[in-house]
């Protein structure tokens, strides 16, 4: 049985343009593998707790030594770990917010990457510890920014998704969403049909 995780970063819940379109890559994937089963990660409902001392504190405390709280903070990133390294297959809606992604999927990429458990560093430099799986990321954005300076999302997300081990990574953009209705309308149209190729 496969599992898909999907990672919901939209903060309009199944409202958001990227949310939309996810649930048409999740329609898709259903018929496709109908004893399959999907994880849904909403970062909006459930949002990751931001880095600060006591959580970094708490990720490299010994184990034996951590106290009730320390283990909280770790239990939690253990669990979207897990998550993650169970599935076969990871989705991520991710709008951009003000160029860049939204500060929950920060917060939940940042509870991912965890020396000795998801990464490592050798002689050579880092090394990824996850398993590798694909990773689709479907992107809502109001202007145009693929292939351009402006376009934050792709080299971050892909440079620290390998960064635990996952570099199997394709990437549908849906762009110019709020430059009218016909380029909104082409843009959906258009990631839609990417979409369904895959």
């Not at 599935?87 to 939940?108: C, H």
Request: charged share 15%; net charge negative.
């Amino acid at each position: 049985m496969s599992t898909l995780l999907y990672v919901k970063g939209s903060i309009f819940g199944d409202n958001g343009q990227s949310s939309q379109l996810a649930a048409k890559f999740i329609s898709n994937w259903q018929q496709k593998n109908p004893n399959g089963t999907v994880v849904v990660r909403d970062l909006a409902t459930d949002v990751p707790p931001y880095l600060d001392a006591a959580v970094v504190g708490a990720f490299f405390t010994p184990a034996a030594d951590r106290n009730a709280e320390q283990q909280a903070v770790v239990a939690y990133s253990d669990a979207l770990i897990e998550e993650i390294s169970s599935a076969d297959e990871v989705l991520i809606g991710m709008p951009m917010y003000n160029f860049t992604v939204p500060a929950q999927m920060k917060s939940y990429l940042d509870q991912l990457c965890r020396a000795g458990v998801t990464f490592k560093y050798t002689e050579t430099g880092p090394v990824g510890l996850l398993a590798n799986k694909p990773v689709t990321i479907i992107t809502a954005r109001g202007g145009n920014y693929k292939g351009t300076p402006l376009d934050s999302q792709t080299p971050f997300i892909k440079t620290i998704l390998g960064f635990i081990g996952l570099t199997d990574v394709r990437m549908i953009h849906a762009e110019g969403l709020n430059m009218g209705d016909d380029a909104k309308a082409q843009a959906l149209a258009a990631a839609s049909e990417e979409i369904a190729a895959l």
